[in-house]
């Protein structure tokens, strides 16, 4: 495999606190030998574990982002046992441009693991992730919310693992992290997410879906920035308790969570986010715009439990996602 083409202007071996960039060569009409900085901070003190902190991964969530340069800005290595790697805005051109997918190439981080060494830009950061950061890991939190097409109920995840030790460990981790839910996830479309590619390198990963629309909350920022600090805690990175909230513990069993539309048009919803939802209960209609007068298609929720996700905006396109039900767990 060739070498990565990105550069660190941060040493992460060298004790205290660094702020700089991963440096990516970026010839472009704009600027002939320029370059892709992507901004990192490493916090280290002595030896321990090392916790790698990603958000931006899809470019519109911004929980974590915020969490993130709020701990960069912050963090004292006196505080640290080990080592954390903060890496706000993991699709940095995604990010600037407000959007999910990088407005470079059109790729989407978290489809394109393990990315290439010699592949487009979004690719080749995903390569330097897999190769140089996982590889110092023990444990990674990757921040993800709605953004600008969808919305959650803040939760903390975790994924089934054939390795069940494995996901114990990712189970424990989610759960220090104090969300007012904990969701054993199942995903749509595995393959090359960043998530699949930590978990299968071994490590322990927990991930988040903290609200969305596009923005942030005070409400979501303050629940990011707690389970930030309680993961750290939870690794023995940071010191002091784990700030304690409580939690429901949510399900995804099967892809019966999901409703997709299959129309489009003007969305009503029924219900919203946080209701109990019944088997066979209109969670929303959706009406036809190009004229009045024809009746909605109404759309049904296929199991009992937590309205936990919906479509944000007010129309809705053939295929979307428009609303997801997770199943409270017994306790
Ligand atoms: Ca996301």
């Known amino acids: 495999m060739k070498a990565s083409p990105i550069a660190p202007t941060v040493d992460f071996d060298r004790d205290g606190v660094q702020h700089g960039y991963l440096r990516l060569p970026y010839s472009r009409d704009e600027s002939a030998w320029g370059n892709l900085m992507t901004p990192v901070t490493v916090v280290k003190h002595g030896n321990g574990p090392t916790a790698l902190l990603t958000g931006a991964n899809h470019g519109d969530e911004y929980e974590g982002p915020v969490a993130l340069v709020d701990l960069a800005a912050t963090l004292d290595p006196k505080d640290v046992t ?17 959007r999910r997918l990088s407005p470079i190439d059109g790729a989407n981080m978290n489809r394109i ?16 992730i897999q190769r140089a950061l996982v590889p110092m890991a023990d444990l990674v939190l990757d921040f993800h919310s709605g953004g600008r097409t ?48 930590v978990e299968e390198a071994g490590k322990v990963f927990v991930t988040t879906e903290l609200g969305g629309g596009g923005t ?6 303050a629940i990011a920035k707690r389970g930030v600090r309680n993961v750290l805690k939870h690794a023995g990175i940071l010191e002091g308790a784990i700030e304690h909230a409580p939690t429901v513990l949510l399900d995804m069993p099967s892809s019966d969570c999901f409703v997709f539309s299959e129309s489009e048009g003007l969305v009503e919803f029924m219900v919203d986010l946080g209701h109990d939802v019944r ?16 009746p909605p298609v109404e759309y049904r929720s296929k199991l009992d439990g937590l309205f936990t996700a919906r479509h944000v905006s007010g129309l809705i396109g053939m295929g979307d996602c428009l609303a997801v039900t997770a199943t409270v767990a017994p306790t």
Not at 113 to 128: H, L, S
Not at 279 to 294: K, L, N
Request: hydrophobic share 45%.
């Open 82 to 98: 080990g080592r954390v790697i903060i890496l706000p805005f993991m699709n940095y051109p995604a990010f600037r441009a407000g």
């Open 113 to 128: 693991f393990p990315g290439r060494p010699d592949g487009t830009v979004t690719e080749k950061i995903a390569d330097y």
């Open 150 to 197: 969808l919305d959650f109920l803040p939760f903390a995840a975790s994924h089934i693992l054939a390795d069940k030790a494995q996901e114990a460990r990712c189970r424990e981790a989610r759960d220090a992290f104090c969300a007012p839910y904990a969701m054993s996830m199942l995903e749509i479309d595995a393959v090359g997410m960043f998530d699949t590619a």
């Open 216 to 221: 942030s909350s005070a409400r979501t920022n």
């Open 279 to 294: 088997a066979g209960d209109v969670v929303a209609r959706v009406f036809p715009t190009s004229r009045t007068g024809a």
